[in-house]
Each structure stands twice: as C-alpha cells, then as structure tokens.
C-alpha cells in the first residue's frame, strides 16, 4: 500500500490516493495516508483479467504505469522509479496468483 497519484476517469486530471492492494482488488482512497477503519474507497480495480505496464511512451508523467482492464485503462504514478517497480512487480504477482488458483479450481479434462 502506499499513495499515487491517479488519472481521473472523465476529467483526466491526477490527485494523489491512497492505494491498497488486497488479494484480487486494488483499492483507492481519497485520503492521502492509510485509511482509517470504517473509511470508504473512493474506487476498486478487480486485477483478476487485467495486465498492468510501464506508462511511459503512453503518458508524459514520470514514474507512471498502467492497469488495463477489459473496459478501462487506469494510468497511476509513483513516487519513485523503486516504488513503480515494486508496484507493477505487486500487482503482476497478484494478478497471476488469483489466475493460477482458478486453474487449480477448474477440472480442464472435461475440455478435451
């Protein structure tokens, strides 16, 4: 977890949110700190079919990368190269884990 800063969906302006990561859901905050209980996101990007990348050559901001899902792609900025990395790095491993547990759960013989 940690803040970024995000690209609105219709204005297209950025302010920073606090970002939570929890296994299959990244979670955004208004706040610019960690959340206190009973706090309501100010948004949830379900990571199941997404693929994330680096955002550069896509949008002029330093440190950026984005979330692509099957409707919208989300453009985020971090605070540091490190930290993009180790964002993109969370969210590929997160993403891959919820797609490997579904394969364990689906019997692929009845496929064949």
Do not use: H
């Not at 964002?87 to 547990?101: C, D, M, P």
């Amino acid at each position: 977890e940690g803040q970024l800063g995000k690209q609105g969906g219709s204005f297209m302006s950025w302010k920073q949110r606090w970002c939570v990561l929890s296994s299959n859901t990244l979670y955004y905050f208004k706040s610019t700190g960690p959340p206190k209980p009973g706090d309501n996101s100010a948004g949830s990007i379900p990571i199941v079919l997404c693929d994330v990348a680096d955002g550069a050559g896509k949008i002029k901001k330093p440190n950026a990368f984005c979330l692509i899902t099957t409707t919208r792609t989300f453009f985020f900025q971090a605070p540091s190269s490190m930290a993009k990395t180790e964002w993109i790095g969370s969210l590929k491993k997160s993403a891959a884990a919820v797609i490997e547990q579904i394969g364990s759960e689906v019997d692929f013989s009845k496929f064949k």
